[in-house]
């Protein structure tokens, strides 16, 4: 087992952990989530563990639970399995909004240097699907890297990147490919010891072949390669992995989809707040305004339509979100309120 320093371990977490009012705690990292269950690293080597009740009865009311990549603070085993009894505060977190109807939120990723969103050059691209990771990656408080993975599929590479340009403002941009392993050297300098990444995309864009190329070895499986050397991916659960130069990253499954869960456009869409800054009027929606200076962009051609379309779906998204939000934890306060009392009343009777 890695010692805690390769683990991204520092004077900052172990001064947060001192905090932790308990002498059987240790710290730990979890590295890996399996249903119920965690994998979590310790100076004590790899245990398994569970989460405390607590820490889900909390949750209901908008409290963590774990998730790969999070320091915590774990009982000693006193058998096979451990206890995580808190989570210390995430220095970022990648969040998402659960999948269906749940207005719950689903943290992928946590406490995470470098986003690495993987786009495939293939038929699968999408820059409005690009918009929307770059958007999460921004608020997650990592730092975004777009990986234009298949590269040796695309007629015009140069093209591409010329496109991600208009929506991945100030985001590094690195076109690879993980059969011929052209580019991948461009992203060892965000892999360094004690450095965490982690990988999102939707299935299929190669993020578990990507991980075996920098490992050097096959850490990850993928189904049998397809007819132009591509893996298919088929990773089921979020894992963190230690890279022979010391870096660090988390591996998830595709996203079918990536549904925001709470923050603001204005990282992601900077040339649309700059324009914004112009508006005639201050609470412009910039949609029949006079004075709009967005629409003046996208009539004089320097702002795309589509770019506005997606950036109003993300704000009428987000704002969605927000009020539901808001409602399910009313309703769990309430709730939790009412259990009180009715302890209270139970230990108040003769």
Known sequence: ?????????????????????????????????????YSVWSEDGEVRARAAGKLFYEHEVGGPIPA????????????????????LQRRSAFVRKNAGNDSTDQVLAANVDTAFLLAGL???FSLRRLER?????????????????????????????????????????HPVSNLSGTGLDTLEPYLQPGRTAVLLGSSGVGKSTL????????????????????????????????????????????LRELQFWEGDLSAAFEDIEALAAECRFRNCVHAREPGC?????????????????????????????????????????????KQYASVARQRSRP
């Open 1 to 37: 087992m890695p010692a805690l320093e390769a683990l991204g371990w520092d004077d900052d977490w172990s001064s947060t952990f001192e905090q932790t009012e308990h002498d059987n705690l240790i710290p730990a990292r979890v590295a890996a989530q399996h249903r119920g269950e």
């Open 68 to 87: 790969v990549g999070d320091w915590v603070a774990v009982e000693r085993p006193d058998g096979e399995r451990a206890v995580i009894t808190s989570i």
């Open 122 to 124: 293939d038929d699968d």
């Open 133 to 173: 990771y770059i958007t999460t990656a921004w608020e997650s408080g990592a730092q975004p890297i777009v990986v234009l993975t298949k590269a040796d599929l695309c007629a015009d590479v140069g093209d591409a990147v010329l496109a991600v340009e208009s929506v991945a403002i100030a985001v590094p941009i």
């Open 211 to 254: 991980l075996n190329r920098l490992a050097g070895k096959e850490v990850m499986q993928t189904r049998a390669v397809a007819a132009d050397g591509t893996g298919r991916h088929t990773t089921t659960h979020r894992e963190l992995v230690q890279l022979p130069a010391g870096g660090l990253i988390i591996d998830t499954p595709g």
């Open 293 to 337: 200076a967005v629409l003046g962009a996208v009539d004089d051609g320097t702002l795309e339509l589509d770019r506005l379309r997606s950036w109003r779906k993300l704000q009428r998204e987000l704002e969605a979100i927000a009020a539901r939000t808001d409602t399910r934890l009313r309703l769990a306060r309430k709730k939790r309120w």
